[in-house]
């Protein structure tokens, strides 16, 4: 599949929260029925999930609209990181799904209820598990696709819907045919403590992306092969990365042969900048090109300690 343009990402983008959006309405309004018919904990978990699915998707598509804006006087990066805002966002909804769901099983442990009308859930749930697969799946295409991390973080949290629907199904029967009641309370203590993990990874990747971690070594690791390929480059260094927002930007010190010309130094740094930007599109590239072996005070010498020019 040919690289789309920065149009069509959107477009997508924008598809994929749309999606997401409805069915966490339509989702929400078929659980509620579910939980009242049925008075199950379990399905009430759910329930509340998907209530804040749609504030938490409805973020996301904000997130997205905001994050394709282009680059403006005041913000020459441009918007990207609404997206990691969108992630910190959703990774405190589905905390507070999880700390809700704690409780209530708390409660139903001091005081018992029991449930009514299992296989009316079991089908509410069954139905709730294929949507959320196939939206899963749409989801995981635009984020392969687009390097959404807000479209990544909705995707895993509604990966961890269909982790719940699943135990929510498997309590209904166990209740239906064995009358196990305490098996729902037990299921969302589970469900919760799950839900409680998955906020937290979500929020770790969000103040990463925020903070400008760097990124993963495999791609550092391809920049510098990407450079290193061009003929005429003796080295490079004080290579820094981090993620816009489902664009890379790459800065780094070209090191070239200090006697040739500004226009053919240029040229090196133009086929350099062509290379990475081919192998990640969309990427931002800013080069300072060096004469090798000049002797300078460096950024890895600082971060790393290590000896001579070899990069961090």
């Known amino acids: 599949m040919p690289p789309l343009n920065n149009k069509q990402i959107t477009a997508l983008k924008k598809k994929a929260t749309l999606a997401s959006v409805s069915l966490a309405i339509t989702l929400s309004l078929l ?46 990066y441009g918007y990207g990181k609404a997206e990691a805002l ?84 498997l309590t209904l029967i166990m209740v239906k045919l064995f009358d196990i009641s305490w098996f729902d309370t037990l299921t969302a203590f589970v469900v919760s403590s799950y839900l409680l993990i998955n906020a937290y990874k979500l929020a770790r990747d969000a103040v990463a992306m925020l903070l400008d971690h760097e990124l993963p070594d495999s791609i550092r690791d391809r920049v510098r092969e990407i450079v290193l390929e061009e003929d005429g480059v003796r080295g490079m260094h004080d290579l820094r990365t981090r993620d816009l927002g489902g664009a890379y930007l790459f800065e780094f010190h070209l090191e070239l042969d200090g006697n040739l ?29 060096d004469p090798a072996g000049l002797e300078e005070d460096r950024l890895d010498h600082k971060i790393c300690g290590l000896p001579g020019n070899t990069p961090c």
Not at 43 to 62: G, K
């Open 31 to 76: 659980k509620t029925f579910g939980a009242l018919y049925t008075g199950s904990l379990s399905v009430l978990t759910s329930m509340i999930d998907s209530l804040a699915d749609i504030f938490a998707s409805s973020v996301t598509y904000i997130a997205v609209k905001v994050s394709s804006k282009p680059a403006s006087r005041n913000h020459r």
């Open 86 to 169: 969108s992630a910190l966002i959703q990774s405190a909804f589905v905390a507070g799904s999880g700390i809700f769901v704690l409780y209530d099983g708390i409660s139903r442990l001091i005081t018992p209820r029991p449930l009514e009308a299992a296989g009316i859930g079991i089908i509410i749930m069954v139905i709730s598990l294929i949507s959320t697969l196939a939206l899963i799946m749409f989801q995981k295409r635009v984020c392969r696709i687009t390097l959404s991390q807000a479209i990544c973080a909705d995707s895993a949290h509604y990966t961890v819907d269909v982790i719940t629907n699943a135990a929510i199904i």
């Open 261 to 289: 010309p500004l226009y053919e130094a240029h040229g090196h740094a133009d086929r350099v900048e062509a290379a990475i930007t081919h192998c990640f599109p969309g990427a931002q590239v800013i080069i300072h090109e």
